[in-house]
């Protein structure tokens, strides 16, 4: 067992490190490319558009971009939620009030300066919206290695589906799998769009819009 779980944590960080390699030879044009076709994904969806409460990454570096749709959902009256990064690994949350109410914080991240929340507000939001290196075609999803939303995940509500953004290449048939991994509700790509794995999952609300599942 010892040997296996090795082996996959070679194979992760291998294939980590290829897949950020590649996010940084990225262009300007291809990540605003990608960051409009993300917008428009989640936009599409009504349920997240018009939602209450959604928490979401604020994209950083070669991330796919999740900058416009944090501004699209705001100025229709969401209330997002961004990610504050505590030493522990740990995630607080903050509520977005516009760009005047961001700062840059450590590792060249980007975190609101309001009031802090605490990990537990993820259960009254109607969606998390979390970044990822990889997703494979049954949900796993793989990090950057910290663990952070593998911990924060399970703060979310029974009703409040986890959706990751990943790039096109990095939607792949199959990733290692650790105890602690957190698997995902759906995965948008800027080529493919939405992908949901299970639309009759109890966390996915109204149904899955396009009918597919992978």
């Given at each position: 067992m010892g040997a296996s779980n090795d082996h996959d944590r070679t194979a992760k960080r291998a294939l980590r490190a290829r897949l950020l390699a590649a996010r940084r030879e990225r262009g300007a044009?291809?990540?605003d490319r990608v960051a409009s076709a993300v917008?428009?994904?989640l936009m599409g969806l009504p349920w997240l558009a018009m939602g209450g409460t959604v928490a979401c990454y604020y994209s950083v570096g070669g991330e796919p971009g999740t900058r416009g749709l944090v501004d699209a959902l705001w100025k229709r009256g969401t209330?997002?939620?961004l990610p504050i990064f505590l030493p522990d690994g740990t995630l607080d949350w903050a509520a977005y009030e516009g760009?005047?109410?961001l700062e840059p914080a450590g590792h060249g991240l980007v975190e609101p300066t309001g009031h802090r929340y605490g990990p537990e507000v993820l259960?009254?939001?109607?969606a998390v919206v979390c970044p990822a290196v990889a997703v494979d075609r049954r949900g796993t999803r793989m990090g950057r290695g910290a663990g952070c939303y593998?911990?924060?995940?399970?703060?979310r509500g029974p009703r409040t589906p986890a959706i990751a953004v990943v790039h096109d290449e990095e939607f792949v048939d199959a990733l290692p799998v650790?105890?602690?991994?957190?698997?995902?509700?759906?995965?948008?790509t800027p080529g493919g769009g939405l992908h949901v794995f299970d639309p009759n999952?109890?966390?996915w609300p109204g149904g899955n819009p396009d009918g597919r599942a992978v």
């Amino acid at each position: 067992m010892g040997a296996s779980n090795d082996h996959d944590r070679t194979a992760k960080r291998a294939l980590r490190a290829r897949l950020l390699a590649a996010r940084r030879e990225r262009g300007a044009a291809e990540r605003d490319r990608v960051a409009s076709a993300v917008r428009d994904t989640l936009m599409g969806l009504p349920w997240l558009a018009m939602g209450g409460t959604v928490a979401c990454y604020y994209s950083v570096g070669g991330e796919p971009g999740t900058r416009g749709l944090v501004d699209a959902l705001w100025k229709r009256g969401t209330y997002v939620l961004l990610p504050i990064f505590l030493p522990d690994g740990t995630l607080d949350w903050a509520a977005y009030e516009g760009p005047d109410g961001l700062e840059p914080a450590g590792h060249g991240l980007v975190e609101p300066t309001g009031h802090r929340y605490g990990p537990e507000v993820l259960g009254r939001a109607d969606a998390v919206v979390c970044p990822a290196v990889a997703v494979d075609r049954r949900g796993t999803r793989m990090g950057r290695g910290a663990g952070c939303y593998d911990r924060a995940l399970p703060h979310r509500g029974p009703r409040t589906p986890a959706i990751a953004v990943v790039h096109d290449e990095e939607f792949v048939d199959a990733l290692p799998v650790e105890g602690h991994d957190r698997p995902v509700d759906a995965v948008v790509t800027p080529g493919g769009g939405l992908h949901v794995f299970d639309p009759n999952a109890a966390a996915w609300p109204g149904g899955n819009p396009d009918g597919r599942a992978v």
